[in-house]
């Protein structure tokens, strides 16, 4: 009995030390997670405080970068000056892009036609011309700035900023030099006027604008303005008051007869297969070329431009006789076949 009693002590004591070795595993396991699940929390923290550092980070570059400026500058392709310099961010390139394209369009517009205190970059030919001795007289090349082109290239620029040199195109007259001797060989259109050689100052007006345009050679797509080859038409210049039009009235001003001659010129080119840039009808009738055939100028104003597309060099010839004005277009034989005539 006291040996049964002994092994039953034996077995309760065994099963409560199994008991307190089963509880205490539990409370470590508890703890150990607990540990563990405390450093993904501190870990997690301090990943979403590195993340929040590096946005923010990131946030005071980006604001310190849109804020460093970026400069264009504009180079005269002749001299290599500086012409015009800008900040592309003072113009809105980051943050109004559409009204930045529109400030580029008017910055290459005036750089290209000139301001009211500026001249612009294009500059009109001046026609070569042959002299008393059939020499010529050479005139000034057509200067043309892409102001398509260089819009493109300032907005390749305006991220990093740079230098943009600006696309200016040359064009010399149409013409080969050996040509100048036999321009004048083969009249291919003429017309002529009449006027009261007795009014002394229209007179004079007609003759000297004239003389302004003979002998000018019109090459192979050459431009021609009235205005640019005549000049101004004032005292300076050796012109006289006459009668003239002005604003659908009869008034008295200097270089009233002018617009004869460029009316002339007119009618005879239109026989030829030209094109018409510029060109205007006086407000009033006028008597020496019927209704719808004249072409008014003014110096500063109204102009008379065309190209020659004849397909051909011409030279214009301006005769004034006793009354009357004619103004010739002529080529040389060689050429006389390939004329395009007008429709």
């Known amino acids: 009995m006291a040996k049964q009693n002994w092994v039953i002590s034996l077995l309760v004591a065994v099963c409560l030390i199994g008991t307190g070795c089963t509880e205490q595993t539990a409370k470590e396991k508890e703890a150990k997670a607990a540990e563990i699940q405390q450093k993904i929390v501190k870990e997690k923290k301090l990943q979403e405080e590195k993340k929040l550092a590096e946005t923010k980070k990131r946030e005071e570059e980006r604001k310190l970068e849109e804020a460093r400026p970026v400069y264009v500058n504009i180079i005269d392709p002749n001299t290599k000056d500086?012409?015009?310099?800008?900040?592309?961010?003072?113009?809105?390139?980051?943050?109004?892009?559409?009204?930045?394209?529109?400030?580029?369009?008017?910055?290459?517009?005036?750089?290209?036609?000139?301001?009211?205190?500026?001249?612009?970059?294009?500059?009109?030919?001046?026609?070569?011309?042959?002299?008393?001795?059939g020499q010529v007289i050479k005139g000034i090349p057509q200067t043309i700035l892409d102001e398509e082109e260089l819009a493109e290239k300032i907005m390749l620029?305006?991220?990093?900023?740079?230098?943009?040199?600006?696309?200016?195109?040359?064009?010399?007259?149409?013409?080969?030099?050996?040509?100048?001797?036999?321009?004048?060989?083969?009249?291919?259109?003429?017309?002529?006027?009449?006027?009261?050689?007795?009014?002394?100052?229209?007179?004079?007006?007609?003759?000297?604008?004239?003389?302004?345009?003979?002998?000018?050679?019109?090459?192979?797509?050459?431009?021609?303005?009235?205005?640019?080859?005549?000049?101004?038409?004032?005292?300076?210049?050796?012109?006289?008051?006459?009668?003239?039009?002005?604003?659908?009235?009869?008034?008295?001003?200097?270089?009233?007869?002018?617009?004869?001659?460029?009316?002339?010129?007119?009618?005879?080119?239109?026989?030829?297969?030209?094109?018409?840039?510029?060109?205007?009808?006086?407000?009033?009738?006028?008597?020496?070329?019927?209704?719808?055939?004249?072409?008014?100028?003014?110096?500063?104003?109204?102009?008379?431009?065309?190209q020659n597309t004849s397909g051909v060099p011409l030279i214009l010839k301006a005769i004034v006789r006793n009354g009357s004005l004619t103004v010739e277009v002529r080529t040389s034989t060689a050429y006389q076949d390939q004329v395009k005539k007008g429709i």
Do not use: W
């Open 157 to 306: 620029a305006s991220e990093k900023g740079g230098d943009v040199e600006i696309p200016l195109y040359i064009n010399a007259s149409g013409y080969k030099n050996e040509d100048a001797a036999h321009l004048d060989e083969v009249v291919i259109a003429s017309y002529t006027t009449y006027f009261n050689s007795g009014v002394v100052g229209r007179t004079k007006n007609i003759e000297l604008s004239a003389e302004a345009i003979n002998n000018v050679i019109l090459g192979t797509n050459d431009y021609f303005s009235f205005n640019t080859t005549v000049g101004p038409s004032d005292a300076g210049h050796g012109y006289q008051k006459a009668a003239e039009i002005n604003y659908g009235k009869l008034v008295e001003g200097y270089g009233g007869g002018i617009c004869q001659t460029s009316s002339t010129l007119y009618n005879a080119i239109d026989q030829l297969a030209v094109t018409y840039v510029e060109k205007h009808h006086h407000s009033l009738k006028v008597g020496y070329v019927p209704k719808g055939r004249d072409a008014t100028v003014s110096y500063g104003g109204k102009d008379f431009r065309f």
């Open 82 to 133: 500086k012409v015009k310099t800008f900040n592309t961010k003072d113009l809105g390139y980051i943050t109004n892009p559409e009204n930045y394209k529109v400030e580029i369009a008017k910055l290459t517009r005036e750089l290209a036609r000139g301001t009211e205190s500026r001249p612009g970059y294009d500059k009109r030919m001046v026609l070569d011309k042959l002299d008393g001795n």
